[in-house]
């Protein structure tokens, strides 16, 4: 399986941006699918993740009500639209793949494929 996020870029804050993330090569169905983050010197983050099925599951408290995770099973995409964004969600963005529909199983970084990443900049 193959991810291949958007680009990332230079945001204002206060800005929004949607990222995506398509998949390709034999994902079967029932996967899930989200969304991890890495800031400069932190570990990696689980930011959201989002069933087959539409069913969807936040990470941290700060990006809730913010981001907003969806799918498009047609196109094996999904993608995270992030808005009212803040300097502090300056991150390299890693989408991910798991074969179990479960997304708990994602979120403890339990992946079975990752995205190259890309750079999302909030300036002050």
């Known amino acids: 399986v193959r991810l291949v996020e958007s680009e990332g870029g230079l945001i204002q804050a206060g800005g929004s941006l949607t990222l995506s993330c398509a998949a390709s090569?034999?994902?079967?169905?029932?996967?899930?699918m989200g969304w991890f983050r890495q800031a400069p010197g932190k570990e990696r983050k689980f930011v959201a993740a989002?069933?087959?099925?539409?069913?969807?599951?936040y990470g941290e408290d700060s990006v809730k009500g913010r981001f907003t995770i969806s799918r498009d099973n047609a196109k094996k995409t999904i993608y995270l639209q992030m808005t009212s964004l803040k300097p502090e969600d300056t991150a390299v963005y890693y989408c991910?793949?798991?074969?179990?529909?479960?997304?708990?199983?994602?979120?403890?970084?339990?992946?079975?494929?990752w995205g190259k990443g890309t750079l999302v900049t909030v300036s002050s």
């Open positions: 991910a793949f798991n074969l179990d529909r479960r997304p708990e199983i994602l979120a403890s970084k339990r992946v079975d494929y």
């Open positions: 090569g034999r994902t079967f169905d029932y996967y899930t």
């Open positions: 989002v069933t087959w099925s539409g069913g969807t599951l």
